[in-house]
């Protein structure tokens, strides 16, 4: 069974940094890109970065360029989403999901981990 | 980017009844269409791709049409679990892959 496990969400103040884990388990991790998603409350989806399964092709959001950056441990079957220069309009609940074949459609998802920006 | 536009934005249905769920793009993303449903406190789950390809699992009910611009999410008949938040994503150009606003399919 896939299973992805989000962790790392907290309160942050404006400015500051987190970092965002998902433990993948259930499939071959290593061959399948990832994507972090994110949902502020109440509000729809935006997709927020890509990585391959061999981190070789990366892609942010521009809402994010610059400020977050995405890396996966293959070993370890986990993905990270490292947050810099953190806003209050980054406020959400972040979602790791796999990547169906490449292509940006995310077959699974994680139950997602609560980003809240504020002062 | 491409714009993803979903209408309605809320959807009233009695149980039963057939709902159907538009989505327009900006420009064309050919077949390049997926489908989310998302029910309160839950992350979403695929339901579509490929605009008519129902995901592992999903049921008969649910399916998709169009291509190029206009897609259609048709959910024949409507079961107490359907009623919930459907998103569509474009994937034809990338990044990034957009998301529409969203249909809230709600019990009338």
């Known amino acids: 069974e896939v299973q992805l496990v989000e962790s790392g969400g907290d309160l942050v103040q404006p400015g500051g940094s987190l970092r965002l884990s998902c433990a993948a388990s259930?499939?071959?991790?290593?061959?399948?890109?990832m994507n972090w998603v994110r949902q502020a409350p109440g509000k729809g989806l935006e997709w927020v970065s890509y990585i391959s399964g061999s981190s070789n092709t990366i892609h942010y959001a521009d809402s994010v360029k610059g400020r977050f950056i995405i890396s996966r441990d293959n070993g370890e079957n986990s993905l990270d989403l490292q947050m810099n220069s953190l806003r209050a309009e980054d406020t959400a609940v972040y979602y790791c999901a796999r990547d169906r074949y490449g292509d940006y459609v995310s077959d699974y998802w994680g139950q997602g981990t609560l980003v809240t920006v504020s002062s | 980017e491409i714009v993803m536009t979903q209408s309605p934005a809320t959807l009233s249905v009695s149980p039963g009844e057939r709902a159907t769920l538009s989505c327009r793009a900006s420009?064309?993303?050919?077949?390049?269409l997926a489908w989310y449903q998302q029910k309160p406190g839950q992350a979403p789950r695929l339901l579509i791709y490929?605009?008519?390809t129902r995901a592992t699992g999903i049921p008969a009910r649910f399916s998709g049409s169009g291509s190029g611009t206009e897609f259609t999410l048709t959910i024949s008949s409507l079961q107490s679990e359907d009623f919930a938040v459907y998103y569509c994503q474009q994937y034809n150009n990338w990044p990034p892959a957009t998301f529409g606003g969203g249909t809230k399919v709600e019990i009338k």
């Open positions: 420009q064309s993303v050919s077949s390049n």
């Open positions: 490929g605009a008519s």
């Open positions: 259930g499939f071959t991790f290593s061959i399948y890109s």
